[in-house]
């Protein structure tokens, strides 16, 4: 039970029957007990203590975004959660922009996976394209981001054969073109 000896903030009784009181500098995610302690003629007396915990204030912390299996169009991507913040994470996946420091109004993959590892593939990308990503999660505190990490996509390669006849040739029926783009 806190008592005059505990940390203590002085108020003036005589501003009505209603004390109301703020605290500076407590710990996030501590419990803490509080109570009224009032002197008559020298005396100490007590009320029943409150019990209060303050609220996690901590973002969640991520660590390095791993990027392999990069084509021309794809990307795997794997990171995991470092630190929740003291809170259930409600979110998590990856953000991805052509410009550093995506955010979630860029574009982003949502993982479904529980537990602090997570991975996703990126499609649709474009080829010969830098893109910047970074891992995200969500919790009742807000959004921790990891720090900017950066890939770029491989160029075309296409192989195509055709015979001549198909291209619009005549007389060279056995006659093939190859082309490859790289």
């Known amino acids: 039970n806190p008592d005059i000896n505990n940390n203590y903030i002085y ?14 500098g407590l710990s996030v995610g501590t419990k803490y007990y509080a109570r009224v302690a009032y002197k008559i003629d020298g005396e100490y007396y007590y009320t029943s203590s409150q019990e209060f915990v303050t609220a996690s204030a901590n973002i969640p912390s ?12 794809e ?33 982003v993959i949502t993982s479904s996976s529980s537990g602090i590892s997570f991975e996703s593939n990126v499609s649709e990308l474009n080829f010969e394209t830098k893109y910047y990503t970074r891992s995200y999660a969500i919790n009742q505190s807000g959004v ?13 390669s296409l192989v195509a054969t055709n015979r001549c006849d198909q291209l619009g040739g ?13």
């Open 11 to 24: 108020m003036d009784a005589s501003l009505g029957n209603i004390i109301t009181s703020s605290y500076d």
């Open 62 to 73: 991520l660590s390095i975004v791993k990027i392999d299996q990069i084509t021309s169009n």
């Open 75 to 107: 990307a795997r991507l794997s990171s995991s959660i470092s630190d929740d913040g003291g809170a259930e994470i409600s979110q998590k996946g990856f953000c991805i922009s052509t410009s550093q420091d995506p955010d979630l109004d860029d574009i």
């Open 144 to 156: 921790g981001y990891s720090q900017n990490y950066d890939f770029t996509t491989a160029g075309l």
């Open 170 to 182: 005549s007389g060279l029926s056995d006659f093939e073109a190859k082309c490859q783009y790289w």
